[in-house]
């Protein structure tokens, strides 16, 4: 089973609202990413999460925020976003980052989110 | 710094031949894994195939296959038989292996061949 899910599969919010995204996988992977995908671009990376630890943060403004409660679910947390943060938001999961591990990384089918 | 090169933007392929996307990459390291990730209308990211730097042989899937050199740094995908479930974006993606701190590894991703099989 390589299925990574997220939900929602759609949100469409307004620049003041408070919402969560949702990602889970049941690989036993240890570690979990977030992504940003505009149209017709490739996925741009913005947070790492290695043993429910956050790893990496390209930067992110901090009007997302992600947190990791466990090592099969990752949130994103969304407030006060603006409209060019409207784009696909991926998930995804591989095995871990220690040298030896799978390198794969296993998508899910994202959330499309559109900022009013 | 590694960086990714899709060359072309879009391609297309009559349904049941044969279509290569290209990519090249560039990067100081000598073993790294290599990925060819399909994307289809659907928006899922798919992986399709994966290499790894350090075996000569190159990596096949059923009817997807790659073309590794890695001597000029290239890494090419043949679609055989093409069917039109294969029309998608095609993203090929880098990965070290060495660990040189956090970012180590990330996927470097090109900028994608868009894919058309025309019935």
């Known amino acids: 089973d390589t299925e990574v899910t997220q939900t929602p599969k759609h949100l469409v919010m307004g620049m003041t609202n408070k919402k969560s995204l949702k990602c889970e996988q049941h690989?036993?992977?240890?570690?979990m990413y977030w992504y940003k995908q505009k149209a017709k671009k490739p996925p741009e990376l913005m947070f790492v999460?290695?043993?429910?630890?956050?790893?990496i943060n390209e930067s992110v403004p901090s009007r997302f925020s992600p947190e990791c409660p466990n090592s099969s679910l990752l949130n994103l947390h969304l407030h006060a976003l603006q409209p060019e943060d409207s784009a696909l938001y991926l998930c995804?999961?591989?095995?871990?980052?220690?040298?030896?591990?799978?390198?794969?990384?296993?998508f899910g089918p994202g959330t499309r989110l559109t900022v009013t | 710094a590694q960086t990714v090169t899709q060359s072309q933007p879009e391609m297309s392929v009559q349904e049941a031949e044969t279509v290569t996307l290209s990519c090249t990459y560039d990067t100081s390291e000598s073993d790294y894994y290599l990925f060819w990730y399909k994307q289809p209308p659907s928006r899922q990211m798919i992986l399709v195939i994966r290499q790894e730097a350090y075996k000569q042989q190159n990596a096949t899937e059923n009817r997807f296959s790659v073309n590794f050199q890695k001597a000029a740094k290239s890494f090419s995908l043949k679609i055989s038989d093409s069917q039109l479930g294969d029309a998608a974006m095609y993203f090929c993606a880098y990965r070290s292996v060495s660990y040189s701190g956090a970012g180590s590894y990330q996927l470097t991703f090109g900028k994608g061949t868009k894919l058309s099989v025309i019935p």
């Open positions: 999460y290695s043993y429910e630890k956050l790893s």
């Open positions: 690989m036993g992977h240890r570690a």
């Open positions: 995804a999961s591989s095995q871990g980052l220690l040298r030896g591990s799978r390198s794969e990384q296993y």
